[in-house]
């Protein structure tokens, strides 16, 4: 043995080539402080051991190494910037030792090479590949840039064009795409990794291959004339601030990086990139983002735990309808590998599920993420039928018909009555008391919420609501089931609207009440969609969810929360509903709509939306920014807020979470509650007052208040 670390262990495979391998306890390798301040000292005492004449690193897992250790983010980032700079210079030098090693170096890389795993094996002369590789930097998705030394090694192997594509991006490459680009040497079949990279350590050794002109390409100035540079980060920037709206500082902090350090050697182009990490790891939006991958694997543990705990085997499911929700919780059951009854009343309703269905992996065909075979298994695992007696088999149920209390609860009791005892029954509705519906059932210990959103295959969130009488083994069933249909489970307590409705609708509230005062709603879109950073504005996402949905989702608020959501006597939403104007689903709403070529729907102002609401809204008046975000944004964080303190949802991390996988809450603010800490509680209880004279979903709780009074943040940096 030549080292040994708790992460790796360095020692002779074949006379005078070494084999250093990654062995980190655990199910993963990654690099945490410690183990980077280990290599370090294991690489000073390699190089200078003179019968060492070649290297290879391998991993012990079914992966290589799948980057540094998220969860020591955010205490680090915490520490001034200058010691900032000093820190990650440290762990560049180790970087920078591997890249010096006095002899031939070589990867031997499997599965994930990610983040500073990627780093790991740039720093290496030569790279070979099994194909099940994954390499890239995805530190833009956290708010930061590679810094262990990727914007300075990866734009000179693969060019800088290529290295800002992947950079930017953050995405993973197969195997095939990183030879053909240069960013690995070769690939081979996974039993012959070990093999053919020794080969090409030997070839190396005996000056069959020049490792030394290779390596040192790495450590000059990018080969590129000024011109092409000029175009080069042009094009670059122009397109990062395209995708990102200014919101995301990372991106376009990486090819600022690459771009000031394209005419320098190593050690100045290390030092740039230094000092640019160190002022993206002070940004909010680092923070959020961290934050976010933090508050994903808090609600994943949480879930996994539950479903742990489940003791009903789920190897059937049904659905009950097959409308735009049915069809799509049928497709997801059936394409995750459960199989799937679909139950309707109306044949017409049935080939409309599957069509929807067909489509959907009809698509995945077309882009060559699906094979036949796996499109023909999917929708043979739907078994469509109007015949109750074929849902005897389900070990689960989700109920998915229309939005009437009266008839989910007739649906369901009769459910009840056929099924055999145990079966767990479930409702997707979107507003009504979970406890509401129970009321209808014999054994509503069985029963729970089960909330999907829309486009069920693309949305992560699904609400899981605990009714006063469900049992923890019905919870545990469902969010079993759920991650068994790859979505993200979060579980929360019975209430109009659950969660993520119940703090939708007054932000709706709050944009009504400016289109009443004469808002334009087209402009306030753009600000909270360019300003803010909301996926769609108030307007264009209420003509999506549809105005008549949306008319009637606000009854059901009403009604649950009389004081705080009663109905605005002056409702534009109303207005255009009630002249049937339902938004995206029959063309027009706040906008109109147009099919394009692709056949999605494309919006267009429309003249006839702003006369009828005329009869409600004053005439066109001018409004900040600010306050348009702040008339949304409010009455949304005070509901967010009266959320947790209700303990409708449990923790702050799974309410943001909740909105971010939900609704598209901006992932550079992080969530609500990132972003209430970000602006300070009692800043925004002060704001809150200014408005509170608009009603009572812009006044805050005494909790609240009380909260802002003892300085509270929501989110403490150890362990977060
Ligand atoms: N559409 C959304 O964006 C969305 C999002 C989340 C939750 N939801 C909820 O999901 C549920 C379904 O919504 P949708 O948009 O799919 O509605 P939809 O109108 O598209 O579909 C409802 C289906 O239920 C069928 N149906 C009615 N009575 C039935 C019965 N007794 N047995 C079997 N089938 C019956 C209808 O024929 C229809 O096909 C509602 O509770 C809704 O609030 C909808």
Same mark, same amino acid.
């Given at each position: 043995?030549?080292?040994?670390?708790?992460?790796?262990?360095?020692?002779?495979?074949?006379?005078?080539?070494?084999?250093?391998?990654?062995?980190?306890?655990?199910?993963?390798?990654?690099?945490?402080?410690?183990?980077?301040?280990?290599?370090?000292?294991?690489?000073?005492?390699?190089?200078?051991?003179?019968?060492?004449?070649?290297?290879?690193?391998?991993?012990?897992?079914?992966?290589? &190494? #799948? /980057? *540094? $250790?998220?969860?020591?983010?955010?205490? %680090?980032?915490? =520490?001034?910037?200058?010691?900032?700079?000093?820190?990650?210079?440290?762990?560049?030098?180790?970087?920078?030792?591997?890249?010096?090693?006095?002899?031939?170096?070589?990867?031997?890389?499997?599965?994930?090479?990610?983040?500073?795993?990627?780093?790991?094996?740039?720093?290496?002369?030569?790279?070979?590949?099994?194909?099940?590789?994954?390499?890239?930097?995805?530190?833009?998705?956290?708010?930061?840039?590679?810094?262990?030394?990727?914007?300075?090694?990866?734009?000179? &192997? #693969? /060019? *800088? $064009?290529?290295?800002?594509?992947?950079? %930017?991006?953050? =995405?993973?490459?197969?195997?095939?795409?990183?030879?053909?680009?240069?960013?690995?040497?070769?690939?081979?079949?996974?039993?012959?990794?070990?093999?053919?990279?020794?080969?090409?350590?030997?070839?190396?050794?005996?000056?069959?291959?020049?490792?030394?002109?290779?390596?040192?390409?790495?450590?000059?100035?990018?080969?590129?004339?000024?011109?092409?540079?000029?175009?080069?980060?042009?094009?670059?920037?122009?397109?990062?601030?395209?995708?990102?709206?200014?919101?995301?500082?990372?991106?376009?902090?990486?090819?600022?990086?690459?771009?000031?350090?394209?005419?320098?050697?190593?050690?100045?182009?290390?030092?740039?990139?230094?000092?640019?990490?160190?002022?993206?790891?002070?940004?909010?939006?680092?923070?959020?983002?961290?934050?976010?991958?933090?508050?994903?694997?808090?609600?994943?543990?949480?879930?996994?735990?539950?479903?742990?705990?489940?003791?009903?085997?789920?190897?059937?499911?049904?659905?009950?309808?097959?409308?735009?929700?049915?069809?799509?919780?049928?497709?997801?059951?059936?394409?995750?590998?459960?199989?799937?009854?679909?139950?309707?009343?109306?044949?017409?309703?049935?080939?409309?599920?599957?069509?929807?269905?067909?489509?959907?992996?009809?698509?995945?065909?077309?882009?060559?993420?699906?094979?036949?075979?796996?499109?023909?298994?999917?929708?043979?695992?739907?078994?469509?039928?109007?015949?109750?007696?074929?849902?005897?088999?389900?070990?689960?149920?989700?109920?998915?018909?229309?939005?009437?209390?009266?008839?989910?609860?007739?649906?369901?009791?009769?459910?009840?009555?056929?099924?055999?005892?145990?079966?767990?029954?479930?409702?997707?509705?979107?507003?009504?008391?979970?406890?509401?519906?129970?009321?209808?059932?014999?054994?509503?210990?069985?029963?729970?919420?089960?909330?999907?959103?829309?486009?069920?295959?693309?949305?992560?969130?699904?609400?899981?609501?605990?009714?006063?009488?469900?049992?923890?083994?019905?919870?545990?069933?469902?969010?079993?089931?759920?991650?068994?249909?790859?979505?993200?489970?979060?579980?929360?307590?019975?209430?109009?609207?659950?969660?993520?409705?119940?703090?939708?609708?007054?932000?709706?509230?709050?944009?009504?009440?400016?289109?009443?005062?004469?808002?334009?709603?087209?402009?306030?879109?753009?600000?909270?969609?360019?300003?803010?950073?909301?996926?769609?504005?108030?307007?264009?996402?209420?003509?999506?969810?549809?105005?008549?949905?949306?008319?009637?989702?606000?009854?059901?608020?009403?009604?649950?929360?009389?004081?705080?959501?009663?109905?605005?006597?002056?409702?534009?939403?109303?207005?255009?509903?009630?002249?049937?104007?339902?938004?995206?689903?029959?063309?027009?709403?706040?906008?109109?709509?147009?099919?394009?070529?692709?056949?999605?729907?494309?919006?267009?102002?429309?003249?006839?939306?702003?006369?009828?609401?005329?009869?409600?809204?004053?005439?066109?008046?001018?409004?900040?920014?600010?306050?348009?975000?702040?008339?949304?944004?409010?009455?949304?964080?005070?509901?967010?807020?009266?959320?947790?303190?209700?303990?409708?949802?449990?923790?702050?991390?799974?309410?943001?979470?909740?909105?971010?996988?939900?609704?598209?809450?901006?992932?550079?603010?992080?969530?609500?509650?990132?972003?209430?800490?970000?602006?300070?509680?009692?800043?925004?209880?002060?704001?809150?007052?200014?408005?509170?004279?608009?009603?009572?979903?812009?006044?805050?709780?005494?909790?609240?208040?009380?909260?802002?009074?003892?300085?509270?943040?929501?989110?403490?940096?150890?362990?977060?």
């Amino acid at each position: 043995m030549l080292f040994k670390s708790d992460s790796f262990e360095v020692s002779f495979i074949k006379e005078s080539i070494a084999e250093f391998k990654f062995c980190v306890p655990g199910p993963v390798n990654k690099l945490s402080q410690q183990t980077l301040q280990e290599c370090g000292q294991a690489l000073t005492e390699l190089a200078n051991n003179s019968d060492i004449k070649g290297m290879v690193f391998t991993s012990d897992k079914d992966h290589f &190494i #799948i /980057g *540094a $250790d998220i969860f020591e983010f955010l205490p %680090t980032f915490d =520490k001034p910037e200058a010691e900032l700079v000093e820190w990650i210079k440290n762990a560049t030098d180790v970087f920078d030792q591997l890249e010096d090693l006095p002899f031939p170096t070589i990867s031997a890389v499997n599965g994930m090479a990610l983040g500073g795993g990627c780093e790991w094996v740039l720093a290496t002369d030569y790279r070979v590949a099994a194909p099940d590789l994954k390499l890239g930097l995805p530190e833009v998705k956290l708010g930061i840039m590679p810094g262990f030394g990727g914007t300075v090694r990866l734009p000179r &192997i #693969i /060019g *800088a $064009d290529n290295a800002m594509t992947w950079i %930017t991006t953050g =995405k993973e490459h197969r195997a095939e795409e990183a030879l053909k680009i240069g960013a690995i040497d070769s690939v081979v079949a996974p039993d012959k990794l070990l093999t053919s990279a020794v080969k090409m350590l030997e070839q190396a050794i005996e000056g069959k291959l020049d490792w030394q002109t290779k390596r040192q390409e790495k450590l000059q100035p990018l080969k590129m004339n000024r011109v092409e540079q000029g175009m080069s980060f042009a094009m670059a920037e122009g397109m990062v601030y395209a995708q990102t709206k200014g919101h995301y500082p990372s991106p376009m902090m990486a090819v600022k990086t690459i771009k000031a350090a394209a005419n320098h050697g190593r050690a100045e182009a290390m030092a740039i990139e230094n000092a640019n990490f160190a002022k993206l790891a002070k940004t909010p939006e680092a923070a959020a983002q961290v934050g976010i991958f933090l508050a994903d694997q808090f609600i994943k543990s949480k879930a996994r735990k539950l479903a742990k705990a489940n003791n009903t085997e789920i190897k059937q499911a049904a659905v009950l309808g097959a409308g735009i929700m049915g069809g799509g919780i049928a497709y997801q059951s059936a394409y995750k590998g459960v199989p799937i009854i679909m139950k309707d009343i109306q044949p017409s309703a049935l080939d409309l599920g599957m069509n929807e269905a067909s489509k959907i992996l009809g698509k995945q065909l077309e882009r060559g993420r699906l094979t036949l075979d796996k499109m023909v298994k999917t929708l043979g695992a739907i078994k469509p039928t109007l015949n109750d007696n074929d849902l005897q088999t389900a070990d689960i149920v989700v109920e998915a018909v229309v939005e009437n209390p009266k008839i989910k609860q007739a649906v369901l009791a009769k459910l009840e009555a056929d099924m055999p005892e145990n079966t767990v029954l479930t409702s997707n509705t979107s507003t009504i008391c979970i406890d509401v519906l129970a009321s209808a059932l014999k054994k509503p210990e069985n029963f729970c919420g089960m909330h999907f959103f829309n486009p069920v295959h693309r949305m992560p969130l699904v609400e899981i609501i605990r009714g006063s009488k469900t049992s923890d083994a019905t919870i545990n069933a469902v969010v079993d089931y759920a991650l068994k249909l790859g979505k993200s489970p979060i579980v929360v307590n019975d209430c109009p609207g659950f969660f993520v409705n119940r703090v939708l609708f007054p932000y709706f509230a709050g944009f009504n009440q400016l289109v009443v005062e004469g808002v334009n709603f087209a402009k306030a879109d753009k600000v909270m969609e360019n300003v803010f950073g909301w996926p769609m504005g108030p307007a264009y996402l209420l003509d999506v969810v549809g105005l008549d949905t949306a008319h009637h989702c606000t009854d059901v608020m009403a009604d649950g929360f009389p004081t705080r959501m009663a109905r605005q006597e002056k409702d534009p939403v109303a207005v255009l509903a009630a002249a049937n104007r339902f938004g995206q689903k029959n063309g027009k709403g706040f906008y109109q709509y147009q099919m394009d070529k692709k056949g999605r729907p494309q919006k267009k102002a429309d003249a006839d939306a702003l006369e009828l609401l005329s009869s409600v809204c004053a005439s066109e008046k001018e409004f900040s920014k600010e306050e348009i975000i702040d008339r949304c944004m409010i009455p949304m964080l005070n509901e967010v807020l009266l959320c947790l303190q209700e303990n409708i949802v449990a923790s702050p991390q799974e309410a943001d979470m909740a909105l971010i996988y939900g609704l598209g809450f901006p992932p550079f603010r992080g969530g609500a509650f990132r972003y209430l800490d970000q602006i300070g509680l009692a800043n925004f209880v002060a704001k809150a007052d200014q408005y509170a004279h608009l009603g009572a979903i812009f006044q805050v709780s005494e909790q609240t208040r009380q909260w802002a009074q003892a300085g509270r943040k929501f989110y403490q940096v150890e362990g977060q």
